[in-house]
């Protein structure tokens, strides 16, 4: 399994970031996919979930309504669009199928004028 995060960076609140997690070793299609971040201090969280189809989708109360999640089944990617960005939305992002026990190496986003 590998995963591998990408599009993070720095940028204004209010700002948005387009995150990607390019998946290979397994068949993508059929395993549910979420995000995940980390903030320093702070315990792993999850972010927001989508199913293997793409069909349904969750996320945490603290993104609902600016996260989106969404995936590209054809190119085994997973994308999470986010939008209004706040200072508390700093973290390292990583994507993850919640029953594989695979970690990639996350992306930093930071959030800060």
């Known amino acids: 399994v590998q995963l591998v995060e990408s599009g993070g960076g720095l940028v204004q609140p209010g700002g948005s970031l387009r995150l990607s997690c390019a998946a290979s070793?397994?068949?993508?299609?059929?395993?549910?996919m979420s995000w995940y971040r980390q903030a320093p201090g702070k315990e792993r969280e999850l972010v927001a979930a989508?199913?293997?189809?793409?069909?349904?989708?969750n996320y945490a109360d603290s993104v609902k309504g600016r996260f989106t999640v969404s995936r590209d089944n054809a190119k085994n990617t997973v994308y999470l669009q986010m939008n209004s960005l706040k200072p508390e939305d700093t973290a390292v992002y990583y994507c993850?199928?919640?029953?594989?026990?695979?970690w990639g190496q996350g992306t930093q986003v930071t959030v800060s004028s």
């Open positions: 070793g397994f068949t993508f299609s059929r395993y549910g």
């Open positions: 989508i199913s293997s189809t793409g069909g349904s989708t």
């Open positions: 993850k199928p919640p029953s594989l026990n695979s």
